[in-house]
């Protein structure tokens, strides 16, 4: 069995993937910078994956966690491996979207009182 890796040990760890890494988050592609980075583990599982910055690790849980929702209690995985071949398929052959281009126009909030 996995043991769990001690708090003492985080810093160490996110140090030696990070530079396995290159100092590349997996996600954006980008640069991770001193204090950007962060170990981002399966909350499923717990296992430890790799080290994203701040802002890609909180956008993964937010998409995984709508992902669920949307999936309707089955693979959440499955339904954004479709979503991306949805979006990758070429649709260039159809009309297009007739809002398409159009600014929107921003509604006034009306004021309470």
């Known amino acids: 069995m996995i043991e ?3 708090t003492r040990e985080i810093a160490g760890l996110r140090a030696k993937k990070l530079k396995r890494q ?3 988050c997996p996600l954006c592609q980008e640069d991770i910078l001193e204090g ?3 170990l981002d583990h399966c909350h499923e599982s ?3 994956r790799a ?3 701040r802002s890609c ?3 993964e849980g937010q998409v995984l ?3 669920k929702q949307r999936s309707r209690g089955d693979d959440p995985v499955l339904w954004l491996k479709n979503l991306i071949k949805y979006w990758s398929k070429d ?3 159809n009309p297009i979207h007739p809002v398409h281009g159009r600014k929107r126009k921003r509604r006034k909030r009306q004021k309470r009182g």
């Open 91 to 93: 649709y260039s052959k």
């Open 22 to 24: 290159k100092g590349i």
């Open 4 to 6: 769990k890796l001690p």
């Open 51 to 53: 080290v994203l910055h």
């Open 46 to 48: 717990g296992n430890i």
């Open 65 to 67: 966690r709508w992902a």
């Open 36 to 38: 950007e980075d962060t």
């Open 57 to 59: 690790n909180a956008a």
